[in-house]
T-cell receptor, first 109, second 113 residues
Framework: QKEVEQNSGPLSVPEGAIASLNCTYS??????FFWYRQYSGKSPELIMF????GDKEDGRFTAQLNKASQYVSLLIRDSQPSDSATYLC?????????FGQGTELSVKP | DTAVSQTPKYLVTQMGNDKSIKCEQN?????MYWYKQDSKKFLKIMFS???????INETVPNRFSPKSPDKAHLNLHINSLELGDSAVYFC????????????FGPGTRLTVT
């Protein structure tokens, strides 16, 4: 079992829809969780982090964490074509970030 | 500009050669990292330095040797390059070793032929 798992996609949604990206992790001791966005040929950039169970909202983005289920998700409301990218889930069980393989999101106009 | 910078951006070389990638950050961060991203976009940490001290050393071949002359610089030297070393290498930095945001450099695309 991989330490951090994501559906590689591609996930295709129409413009204006809600995109839902999911991630599961294996280490129950993980305390901090991150979502990075990576455009093709570019470096990852942090868009959300969450430490506590529940929801955390920032603009069109909502991160959801359920530690009991070892599950973290990212919702993107009112998806735009500019949101088309690979979304990397990262988990920090100790001193290092462990990344999932990323989910490719395509938002169609 | 405040950022994490890497040189070179592209590196094409032959098997068996030795090459170095340089990284510099002017964010005043204490911790720097090297990551490798393979062709399937899987991003994996290789090394981490905090104030010039090695704190994370993943199961990376001995051919890879990081060097941190000061806390603003972290270089990666690779000996006897192999085809499987072809990947994008990202440098990153963060303020501390805790759950702080990591800022990534633009990446170095290494192609070994």
């Amino acid at each position: 079992q991989k330490e951090v798992e994501q559906n590689s996609g591609p996930l295709s949604v129409p413009e204006g829809a809600i995109a839902s990206l999911n991630c599961t992790y294996s280490d129950r001791g993980s305390q901090s969780f991150f979502w990075y966005r990576q455009y093709s040929g570019k470096s990852p950039e942090l868009i959300m982090f969450i430490y506590s169970n529940g929801d955390k909202e920032d603009g069109r983005f909502t991160a959801q964490l359920n530690k009991a289920s070892q599950y973290v998700s990212l919702l993107i409301r009112d998806s735009q074509p500019s949101d088309s990218a690979t979304y990397l889930c990262a988990v920090r069980p100790g001193g290092k970030l462990i990344f999932g393989q990323g989910t490719e999101l395509s938002v169609k106009p | 500009d405040t950022a994490v910078s890497q040189t070179p951006k592209y590196l094409v070389t032959q098997m068996g050669n030795d090459k170095s990638i340089k990284c510099e950050q002017n964010l005043g961060h204490d911790t720097m990292y090297w990551y490798k991203q393979d062709s399937k976009k899987f991003l994996k940490i290789m090394f981490s330095y905090n104030n010039k001290e090695l704190i994370i050393n993943e199961t990376v071949p001995n051919r890879f040797s990081p060097k941190s002359p000061d806390k603003a610089h972290l270089n990666l030297h690779i000996n006897s390059l192999e085809l499987g070393d072809s990947a994008v290498y990202f440098c990153a930095s963060s303020h501390g070793t805790g759950p702080d945001e990591q800022y990534f450099g633009p990446g170095t695309r290494l192609t070994v032929t």
